[in-house]
């Protein structure tokens, strides 16, 4: 197929093009391209968003409990709840996750949670792309850690059976995993090529809490375990010597704008990061901390709360790398990126949009001003998901209202 006449976001710029498209790849872009074609007048073509942390099924508890202190927020509201989690909640949430993200323009995610067979069941149904790594909690208790792995290496042989989902290792964190546990896990991801997923330094209080236990920031903690497979979530609190470990190291990092200052969290030091040539993607982290799944949005703050400084940190054209480019490169997947050889995963915006007019910018229109509303059409692996905001591989209207109902008896189970 042929998609003909669309504005293309093409090697960081926007341009007049043509794409072929053959199965699931891009084989070709160039000028007037010929065979089937679809017309994409009047439309701008950007590579769809990767979502590099998530936690899908949270969307059960979206609004069920905001504004406190992450403990109080965890503790009182969210892991009660999460005890009583069955595989069918899962399923559900992560559909209507799956809805929210297709709508609002993100085509990969990289999930950690549980009943992860579940994610992967939707994962499949939906037609979009996604990551899924088990969330191992070993809770320094070595019998839940062969549990933990039993299960991630059970996740692991499901993902590789289809083609849109592929796997990491998820360890949960350097304070719900032992060092010999995340040393295991570094060996598998090894033996079997995996990456590996894990949050590092959110909050103050768990920086200080490793401190005190080990007498070391966690990054050197972290110092053995750490490599360019590894990918983190949050990164918040770092010291100029651990921006040094994770540069050697080449490790990856999830940023989690929104997530970080709806808990309080703090602001990870991005423009620093970027100057050391640190890959940084961009996430979303879960509906019961963002309370989002649209990475637009996230894109948007990340790009203003880097600036309080300094107006020219992340500008609009490298704020869009991240969220797309640098998102692949996190995951490990040819997607991210409008190019010959990469994977068809392509949004459609509409250019009569109010929003991204007048056209000046229109990379700077992507980043902070357009509606999401505008993005028409959405593409997954050389397949129409969406078309005129019609998600064509799900009942929309009968999954909400299913999770809605399945949301308030879970929280009164
Ligand atoms: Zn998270």
């Known amino acids: 197929m042929i998609i003909k006449n669309g504005l293309v976001y093409y090697k960081g710029k926007i341009v007049k093009r043509d794409i072929e498209i053959e199965g699931n790849k891009i084989v070709k872009i160039g000028k007037n391209l010929e065979g089937e074609s679809y017309n994409a007048e009047k439309k701008l073509i950007l590579p769809g968003l990767v979502n590099t942390h998530t936690h899908l099924a949270m969307t059960l508890l979206r609004g069920y409990a905001d504004d406190l202190p992450l403990n109080e927020w965890l503790e009182k509201y969210i892991w009660p709840v999460e005890s009583k989690l069955k595989g069918k909640d899962v399923y559900y949430g992560s559909l209507l996750g799956i809805i929210e ?15 992860m067979d579940k994610t992967a069941n939707a994962v499949m149904e939906s037609g979009i792309r996604g990551v899924l790594n088990h969330g191992c909690i070993e809770l320094f208790d070595s019998e839940k850690g062969e549990r933990e792995i039993k299960e991630s290496l059970k996740i692991m042989k499901i993902c590789e059976k289809n083609e849109r989902t592929s796997f990491m290792f998820g360890p949960h964190s350097p304070y719900t995993c032992s060092k010999g546990f995340l040393m295991k896990i570094k060996d598998l991801a090894n033996k079997y090529q995996k990456y590996i997923h894990i949050h590092v330094s959110e909050t103050k209080n768990e920086v200080e809490n490793i401190e005190k236990e080990y007498k070391m920031k966690p990054m050197e903690y972290l110092k053995d375990f ?21 540069k050697e190291k080449n490790v990856k990092i999830s940023h989690n704008p929104v997530s970080n200052l709806k808990l309080s969290s703090g602001i990870a030091p991005i423009p620093e990061l970027l100057k050391n040539d640190i890959l940084v993607s961009l996430g979303t982290d ?3 901390s963002n309370n989002s799944l649209n990475v637009f949005e996230d894109l948007k703050i990340m790009a203003l709360i880097h600036k309080l400084k300094d107006p020219k940190n992340l500008d609009a054209n490298e704020s869009l790398k991240i969220a797309t480019e640098n998102g692949g490169k996190a995951l490990n997947l040819k997607i991210g990126k409008i190019e010959e050889g990469y994977l068809a995963d392509l949004i459609f915006i509409d250019l009569k949009s109010a929003s991204l ?10 980043v902070y001003s357009m509606d999401t509303e505008s993005i028409k059409d959405v593409m997954i692996d050389g ?9 064509l591989t799900l009942d929309e209207e009968k999954i909400i209202e299913k999770t809605d109902k399945i949301a308030k008896e879970l929280v009164n189970r």
């Open 226 to 246: 750490l490599d360019k497979n590894v990918l983190i979530a949050h990164a918040v609190h770092l010291t100029k010597s651990e921006i040094k470990i994770l």
């Open 101 to 115: 993200m297709i709508k609002s323009g993100t085509t990969c995610f990289n999930d950690m949670y549980f009943f």
């Open 286 to 288: 879960g509906t019961a």
């Open 357 to 366: 007019n007048p056209e000046h910018n229109l990379i700077s229109n992507v």
């Open 383 to 391: 397949k129409f998901v969406m078309q005129n905001r019609k998600i």
